[in-house]
C-alpha cells in the first residue's frame, strides 16, 4: 500500500445561496496524518464528500496524485471512506466483510481470502475471522471496519468521525491503533472530527475549521502554542481570555487596558494603539505564585475547584472577569478555597489579537 498527495484547489461548496465550504486551497501530503477539525456544521464533511466524490464541487476540483478527479466517480476514486456508523454487513462473517469489495472487483476466492488473512492480521484480528460482527466488541468491529476499507489499497482514507459511537476508554485506545495503522500501511488518512484530543493526539498536521473556512493548518503543537485566529485559539484547548484595548507598544509586546489594569501579551498580530483587543492566555500558564511589582499581576477569588486527575482546574473571579488556573499541586489549594489570590502569567504566554468569533 502507499499513499498519495491529495490537493484542493479553490474548492468550494454551495447548497443554494447557502456556501457551506469557502474556496479552499490545501496539499495534504502523501502518507500523512491529517485531520479537519471544526465544530459540528463548519463542512468539514462537504469537504470529504468531495474528495471521494459522493459531491460535485461547486467550484475547484480535487487532485488526488497527480491526477485531476473531476468528473471521476467515487468508486473509480483511489480511495475509501470510513462513517461513524460502520454498516458491516451483519449476517457475513468477518472475514467476509473484508473481502466484500474484492469480490465485487471480480478478485478471485483464493486471493481474497489470503488478502482478508493478511488484513485480519494487521488490524491484530487473526483468528476472528469467522465470527459474526455480533461476536466482536465495538473497537474490534470498527477494526473490521478498517480492514475492510483497506483491502481495496486506497491510497488515501477518509475517515469520517468513526470513533464518537465508542466509549471514551476504547476511543483513547483506537486512537494510538489508527495512528499506527496509519504509520504501517503508509496510506495518507483524512480525518474529521469536532473532538480536538482526537485532532491533536494522531495528526501530523490539523485544518482547523469554522463556517467553511479552514482558519489554520499547522502541526498540532503549532496550533495549540500559536494559533492564528480568536477562533482557533478558543476552540483548540481553553483560553482565557481579556477583552481591552491597545494603549501601547513595548518591543514585541502589546499592553492592553482591561478591567483587570494593564496587561501585556505577544503582539504577533501587530496590533496598533487604540486596536480594541483581546488577550489570550492557557489556564496552565497562570500561576498562583506571587509576583509583586511584575507586569501582568493580578487578584482573584477561588470560587471552585474541579479535580481533573492529574491536575485542578480552579476557577477564579476578578469582578465580571472569570480566570480558570491549571495547577498540578493538587492538596494544597483545598485550603485557598473562597480566599482571594494573587496570580501571575508571563507577557511571553499570552498573545494578543484583534477581536474575532470565539468557539461558543
Ligand atoms: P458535523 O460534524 O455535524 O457532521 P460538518 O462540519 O461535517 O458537521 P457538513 O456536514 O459539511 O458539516 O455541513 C456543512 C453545512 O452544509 C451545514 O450547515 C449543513 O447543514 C449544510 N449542508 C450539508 N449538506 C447539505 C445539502 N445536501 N443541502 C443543503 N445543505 C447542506
Known amino acids: 500500500m502507499h499513499g498519495n498527495d491529495v490537493i484542493l484547489e479553490n474548492l468550494s461548496m454551495r447548497f443554494g445561496d447557502f456556501v457551506a465550504v469557502q474556496p479552499t486551497n490545501l496539499k495534504i501530503n502523501a502518507g500523512e496524518f491529517f485531520s479537519i477539525l471544526g465544530p459540528s ?15 460535485s464541487p461547486s467550484q475547484g476540483r480535487v487532485v488526488i ?25 451483519p449476517l457475513m462473517s468477518v472475514r467476509d466483510n473484508i473481502a466484500f469489495g474484492l469480490e465485487a472487483r471480480g478478485i478471485s476466492k483464493k486471493i481474497r481470502h489470503e ?15 469467522d465470527k459474526l460482527p455480533t ?47 496509519q504509520r504501517k500501511t503508509g496510506v495518507t488518512f483524512i480525518y474529521i472530527t469536532h ?41 483548540v484547548g481553553e483560553q482565557n481570555v481579556f477583552k481591552g484595548k491597545v494603549i501601547g507598544k513595548e518591543g514585541d509586546f502589546a499592553v492592553l487596558e ?19 483587543a483581546i488577550l489570550f492566555i492557557r489556564p496552565e500558564r497562570v500561576t498562583l505564585e506571587e509576583k509583586d511589582g511584575q507586569q501582568n499581576g493580578l487578584s482573584a477569588k ?31 489549594t483545598h485550603q485557598l478555597l473562597g480566599s482571594d489570590q494573587n496570580l501571575w502569567f508571563a507577557a511571553q504566554d499570552a498573545v494578543v489579537m484583534r477581536p474575532g468569533e470565539l468557539a461558543s
Open 41 to 55: 456544521g463548519c463542512g468539514k464533511t462537504t469537504i470529504l464528500r468531495m474528495i471521494s466524490g459522493f459531491l
Open 65 to 89: 496524485g497527480d491526477k485531476d478527479m473531476s468528473g471521476i466517480r467515487a468508486n473509480a476514486r483511489p480511495t475509501a471512506l470510513i462513517f461513524q456508523n460502520l454498516a458491516l454487513f
Open 115 to 129: 488478502k482478508a488473512q493478511e488484513l485480519l492480521s494487521l488490524v491484530a484480528l487473526d483468528g476472528q475471522g
Open 135 to 181: 461476536e466482536l466488541s465495538g473497537g474490534q468491529r470498527q477494526r473490521v471496519a478498517i480492514a475492510r476499507a483497506l483491502a481495496v489499497e486506497p491510497s488515501v482514507l477518509l475517515l469520517d468521525e468513526p470513533l464518537s459511537a465508542l466509549d471514551l476508554k476504547l476511543r483513547q485506545h483506537m486512537r494510538a491503533e489508527l495512528k499506527e495503522l
Open 195 to 235: 473532538d480536538q484530543g482526537e485532532a491533536l493526539t494522531m495528526s501530523d498536521r490539523v485544518a482547523v475549521m469554522n463556517h467553511g473556512v479552514v482558519e489554520q493548518v499547522a502541526t498540532s503543537d503549532e496550533i495549540y502554542a500559536h494559533p492564528v485566529t480568536p477562533f482557533v485559539a478558543s476552540f
Open 258 to 276: 482591561t478591567s483587570q489594569g494593564k496587561l501585556f501579551g505577544q503582539n504577533t498580530h501587530g496590533l496598533n494603539e487604540g486596536e480594541d
Open 302 to 332: 477561588l470560587e471552585r475547584r474541579d479535580l481533573e486527575g492529574p491536575f485542578v482546574n480552579l476557577h477564579m473571579r476578578a469582578g465580571d472577569q472569570p480566570i480558570a488556573v491549571h495547577v498540578t499541586n493538587v492538596e494544597k
